[in-house]
């Protein structure tokens, strides 16, 4: 069996997507637009990291690889924000979108995630 040596991977790992219609941000949105309810309620203490990555900004990191391939073959694909807590992303949404103010809800049972 012969193998083409010249064949190179990468891996190349996308934070959470936003920005060309992705859903994960949806409800957030919806309600600071509609200032229902005025304040958007983050779960827990809001601690909880989630790196971030713009879908553009992904296709952008994609093509920079194919036209300059990097030395090492596992890269992360996440937006230069040097705290993404969930608390920070819904401040930012109501803050741009709604009436700016946030507040914190209980943690949902039925979610370990949160």
Excluded: W
């Excluded at 969930?86 to 946030?102: D, N, P, Q, W, Y």
Aim: hydrophobic share 35%; glycine share 8%; with cysteine.
């Amino acid at each position: 069996m012969r193998f083409n040596l010249k064949l190179k991977s990468y891996v190349l790992c996308a934070g959470v997507l936003y920005g060309n219609g992705e859903v994960v941000f949806r409800e957030y949105f919806e309600q600071a637009r509609l200032q229902r309810p005025l304040e958007l309620a983050y779960y827990g203490e809001g601690k909880n990291r989630i790196p971030t990555v713009h879908v553009k900004d992904l296709v952008t990191y994609i093509k920079k690889v194919v036209e300059r391939p990097p030395t090492i073959q596992y890269l992360l694909a996440i937006d230069h924000n040097p705290k993404p807590t969930l608390k920070k992303i819904v401040e930012a949404i109501s803050l741009g979108v709604g009436t700016g103010k946030v507040r914190r809800a209980p943690p949902d049972p039925t979610n370990p995630f949160i």
